[in-house]
């Protein structure tokens, strides 16, 4: 769950800022992604754990209200959920903090294979390494892999991702996330050193200069889609993930794929909360077709 305090100006350090207004949203980065496919129309299943309290009662709502299958849910007897405190600014900027709380699942004997039997793709998100390889493993050749491992867990990228790669998963990172993978300052260069690494396609988010993506020995430029007015960043790159999913589901190609998630972040933004501005199928399938796609070549 995410306590978000709405805030003219986010304080400075040892300062304070008065909060305009207060509210609980369903958050955390694999269930923000998993409850927006629901609502693009795709058929996802979120694997998790959920506390029995009140922050644990409201995502299970959100997750039954977007139509996402439970079955990889476990609601922990006694345990609270993982939250996080968010305060945003008037222009869409934010500070966050982790307040922790049951969320992932910690063992690999807590999946069941029957989950993993059907899938075309599988998000690894915040994730043990030894569950997401695991989960991995459960899935049919021909699925895709996209991991997004997040800043909580970047710091255990390299035991994650290093065993993913014989999965060949797409990477979907952040620019900061991206750098300290790659051991380096510039998004671009942390891009070719990934996919010289063996991954087949890294994603590098740029918040509002749009992506840069690395895919077919070319890296490639597209600027992020125009919004009226940006009200809460939160959950933007997850939104990305969730639209970039759903095109490669739709069978779009990569280019296409990537512009189908910067529509899904623009809708995002312009909404408070994790999980809202998440377009229906029919309005998703308009913006990818309708909206220009502008794609730059970038020299390494």
Known sequence: MDWVARVAELPRP???????SYAAYPGGSGGNIAAA????????????????????????????DAGVNLEGIRVMAGQRSASCFIAVDEHGARQMIALGGTALVDKPDELDPDWFAGARALVVADAFPEVALTAAGYCPPEVQVISCPGGLMISQAEKLLDPLLASRPVLVVSRGEACQLAECTRPAAAIHSLIKKGFPAVIVTLAEQGVLFGWDNRILSMPARPVSRVVDATGAGDAFTAGFTAGILMEMDMP????????????????????SGIPGREEFTRLVNEEPMRIEEVIV
Do not use: M, N, P, Y
Not at 14 to 20: K, L, M, T, V
Not at 47 to 62: A, K, M, Q
């Open 14 to 20: 040892d300062g304070i800022s008065w909060a305009e």
């Open 37 to 64: 496919l629901g609502r693009l129309g795709q058929i996802a299943l979120f694997v998790g754990r959920l506390g029995d309290d009140e922050g644990g009662r409201l995502l299970l709502e959100d997750f039954k």
């Open 256 to 275: 296409l794929a990537v512009h189908a998630g910067l529509c899904t972040a623009a809708g995002k933004i312009g909404q408070a909360g994790a999980r």
